[in-house]
């Protein structure tokens, strides 16, 4: 029969994977990184209300109780291991020791991780000599435990063994990959300790790319503000593409809801670069800063070559400290001058508020976001009702949850963007309000996935219904062209898509495919067409 254990609660055997030993495991990796396991200060922090003398009264009572059940049943093998654990509970940790090698020697089947689990309870407890001695023990028996190496980490960081340490986490990262990012985080620091504060950096930084919506992700930005470390040259990041793309029915990216498609295919190169940097970066928040240039060249249809000038500023700030894990604000910042065949042809820029939800390492992160956008298109339109100078506003949701393995992800997102011209009816237009005022709803999903072979895949759909507000007066004359008048608003329904494979070619380098595909079905039939995309770049990165 099981017996109960001396807080009253009936011991369980617990898989190496169950969500109480991922707990554990954050404990005592918070108790290393913010105590250095240091005896008693370590404990400071959890002290009941009822004062020091009081919680070890009570330990040693409770102590007491699970020993007298042990004696009185020595043939229990989970009497004898609560009884190891009250004994590091209560800070005898020789005692603790022995109790776990005698309970291992005499039962070594019946918790595989008997050295792991009294180990962690003493290096929670500042046991940090005797938690190594179990987790030596433990390495030596089982070797392909990632779980032992952590911990084993963990003892050896408290020791003053920081290469050592860092070893063990390596190993426990390989052969453990749930434990890759808190191994990140824990390397980091002992970079840090070692004066090598570059590699400590990419370390954490590399968190943010392989498990962006974790607690330990939030940690490592928390970590990156704390120590300023982002500075001098690791304050700039500067990237560059260069590449090719065949296009089916050329149009002007990012304008197909105002201009009619070309009917023509034609090849293009794509060419770009940025820099970006971070003048300022805190403890509740940093401001980062950077430009953009893009140019692209068709092989023929050079009216439709683009070069796009971009300046960009995202400022973010943790509003609380007590939710800083949980809670953050962000607010970015645009604006861009578009040339169209040399020609000016489009000026504007954007405001987007950011609010981010963190949920733990497997519920992601929630953006609730509000966005709004000016936009000037200095060609002249003809008639009022084609003016596009533009004012939009609009609110959206997303959500991005993490998925095996640690660098995968998935994100789901819905939005709805109004867009008022500066349209107004007047004769040259019979009247018709503008062609482009509409409302925009739109859903996407967006997923990154890791291959074997170090490929990254990115698989993106969406769904816009486009309401348009007003008369089409486009329709209108096409209509009447054809001898019969007809007047009716535009709806339109968008369906896009995009496939990118990408591989790194060496640190700073990766080479891209891809393809993208919109339909766009419109009752007016200027706007109804579809185009294929297909391109390959090459990216160049300082990070």
Known sequence: MRRADGDGRTPERRSPHRPRRRRGIAVALIASLAFGIVPRVARAGVTNAAGPDAEGSSAASALARVAQAAAAHPDDPDLAFTHARHLARAERAAEALEATRRFVKRWPRHRPDAHVEIARTLLEHGAAPEARSLLDEAVRRRPDSGLAHFYRGIALRAEREPRAAEQAFQAAALLEPTLRSESLLARALLLFELAREQEAVSLLQEILRVDPTSDTALRARLLLRDREVVRGGQRLRAEALAGFEWDDNVTLEG?????????????????????????????????????????????????????????????????????????????????????????????????????????????????????????????????????????????????????????????????????????????????????FDNDSYRLRALGRFALPWSLRTQLEASYSRDEYLNDNFAHALESLANGQLEIEARRDDVVSGRIALSRALVRHARLEVYWRGTRRISNVDLFDYDKQVVGLLVHVSTD
């Open 255 to 435: 304008t197909e809801s105002e201009v009619v498609s070309s009917r023509r295919d034609d090849f293009r190169g794509v060419w770009g670069a940025g820099l970006s940097g971070q003048p300022w970066l805190g403890s509740r928040g940093g401001l980062l800063l950077g430009y953009r240039y893009d140019q692209t060249m068709h092989h023929e249809l050079d009216e439709f070559d683009v070069i796009q000038n971009a300046l960009f500023a995202s400022l973010s700030a943790l509003p609380s400290e007590s939710l800083k894990e949980r809670l953050a604000l962000r607010f970015d910042l645009s604006g861009y001058d578009t040339l169209q065949d040399l020609d000016r042809a489009l000026s504007g820029g954007a405001l987007r508020s950011n609010l981010l939800l963190a949920f733990g390492k497997r519920g992601g992160v929630a953006r609730l976001f509000g966005a709004f956008e000016l936009a000037e298109f200095h060609a002249d339109p003809g008639f009022d009702a084609w003016e596009r100078d533009s004012f939009s506003g609009g609110l959206g949701v997303e959500h991005t949850l993490p998925l095996p393995p640690a660098d995968s992800s998935v994100s789901l997102s819905a939005s709805w963007l109004r867009t008022i011209t500066q349209a107004s009816p007047d004769g040259s237009s019979d009247g018709f309000d503008g062609d």
